[in-house]
């Protein structure tokens, strides 16, 4: 079992409709977790990270994370084609060494005008 | 400055050659990573560094060298590579501290893409 799982996709979502992405994780430890945006052939960029049990937003985004599922989502909001990229879910087991973050293998979304 | 700079952007290096990679910050970071990430995978950590210390390793072999001479800079000495360790090199920083929202947040460079002939 992979330690953070992600549906690779392509997720397509007409503009304007909400993306809706899953992932989940095995560590039971986890105790942060984070959202990174990818564009094709660029390094990954943060988007949102949420920590508590429940829903966190943040403009067009929203964090979902279930610690009990061990289940964490990211909804957005009225899509655009600028959205599309690959979403990389990470999970974050802080040791006293520093954060280990662990990628999922990432969900592809296409937004279509 | 909230930037993390990887030189070069592009290396390609024969099985035989040495080179480095270089990553710099200027926002204070006392934490910096190596991550190597493949076509289409998903990042892997290799190196941590925390304080200028080897705080992290994950089982890298050792013709992946790391070095972080400075609070600023982190370097990944490459020697006898394999075509296989062609990959996109990414270097990020993030600042320790108490306050979780700062601490774990990561800034990536923009990456070191390599080919190994």
């Known amino acids: 079992q992979k330690e953070v799982e992600q549906n690779s996709g392509p997720l397509s979502v007409p503009e304007g409709a909400i993306a809706s992405l899953n992932c989940t994780y095995s560590d039971r430890g986890s105790q942060s977790f984070f959202w990174y945006r990818q564009y094709s052939g660029k390094s990954p960029e943060l988007i949102m990270f949420?920590?508590?049990?429940g829903d966190k937003e943040d403009g067009r985004f929203t964090a979902q994370l279930n610690k009990a599922s061990q289940y964490v989502s990211l909804l957005i909001r009225d899509s655009q084609p600028s959205d599309s990229a690959t979403y990389l879910c990470?999970?974050?087991?802080?040791?006293?060494?520093?954060?280990?973050?662990?990628f999922g293998g990432g969900t592809r979304v296409l937004v279509k005008p | 400055d909230t930037e993390v700079t990887q030189t070069p952007k592009h290396l390609v290096m024969g099985m035989t050659n040495k080179k480095s990679l270089k990553c710099e910050q200027h926002?204070?970071?006392?934490?910096m990573y190596w991550y190597k990430q493949k076509a289409k995978k998903p990042p892997e950590l290799m190196f941590v560094?925390?304080?200028?210390?080897?705080?992290i390793n994950e089982s890298v072999p050792s013709r992946f060298s790391p070095e972080c001479p400075n609070s600023s800079l982190l370097n990944l000495h490459l020697h006898a590579l394999q075509p296989e360790d062609s990959a996109l090199y990414l270097c990020?920083?993030?600042?320790?501290?108490?306050?979780?929202?700062?601490?774990?947040?990561?800034?990536f460079g923009s990456g070191t893409q390599l080919s190994v002939l």
């Open positions: 560094y925390s304080y200028e210390k080897l705080s």
């Open positions: 949420i920590y508590s049990n």
């Open positions: 990020a920083s993030s600042q320790p501290g108490r306050e979780r929202a700062t601490n774990e947040k990561l800034f």
């Open positions: 926002m204070g970071h006392r934490a």
């Open positions: 990470a999970v974050n087991r802080v040791k006293a060494a520093g954060n280990k973050l662990t």
